[in-house]
């Protein structure tokens, strides 16, 4: 079935209780993942994983957070035609660029021939109470869909 990476980006925990609440539902649905911080790895991950899900939360502007700077401006040396990849983040609607890091991490993979698999899954600050079920459903939904690539 290959192997699934959750990567994130979090400064206060938000981000960090999304990734927790998609790999609970993932292992809910039989599949098993791996969570890394962005900042601990580098750009191998993207070979050494056929499975990606990668979130962050946003920053400045609508801007890439510093935990994840590094491995975003790695992507540009990876090809990912042949990955599973969705994406989710943490973000604050008070911004007028919500969630602005996960669609710069859209543009990206798909500027390295990369496509996602699912709708990003964009989340308002902490991930409590119908947003807690969107999380796991979402990390039901990328099982479910790694699975049947398997069986097809
Ligand atoms: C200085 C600053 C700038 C931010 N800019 C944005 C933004 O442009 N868009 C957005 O959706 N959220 C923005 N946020 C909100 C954070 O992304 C949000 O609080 C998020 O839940 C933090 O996630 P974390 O707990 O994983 O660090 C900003 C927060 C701060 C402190």
């Keep these: 079935m290959g192997k699934t990476a959750i990567i994130y980006a979090s400064m206060s925990g938000n981000t960090e209780a999304i990734a927790d609440l998609i790999e609970k539902g993932l292992n809910e649905a039989g599949s098993e993942a791996e ?13 050494e ?10 920053w400045g502007d609508g801007e890439m957070p510093d935990e ?9 040396d990876y090809d990912f ?9 943490s973000g604050d609607t008070a911004y ?12 990206k993979i798909q500027q390295n021939n990369g496509s996602l698999i699912m709708e990003s899954l964009k989340i308002e600050c902490f991930p ?15 099982a479910r869909c790694i699975q049947s690539a398997v069986r097809s």
């Design 35 to 47: 969570k890394f911080e962005a900042m601990d790895i580098d750009g191998t991950v993207f070979t």
């Design 49 to 58: 994983y056929d499975h990606l899900l990668i979130g962050a939360y946003t």
């Design 68 to 76: 994840m700077l590094d491995l975003y401006d790695e992507m540009d």
């Design 81 to 89: 035609e042949d990955k599973t990849i969705a994406l989710f983040g």
């Design 96 to 107: 007028d660029l919500f969630c602005g890091a996960v669609d710069l991490l859209a543009e």
């Design 128 to 142: 409590d109470g119908d947003q807690e079920e969107a999380c796991l459903e979402f990390g039901r939904q990328f």
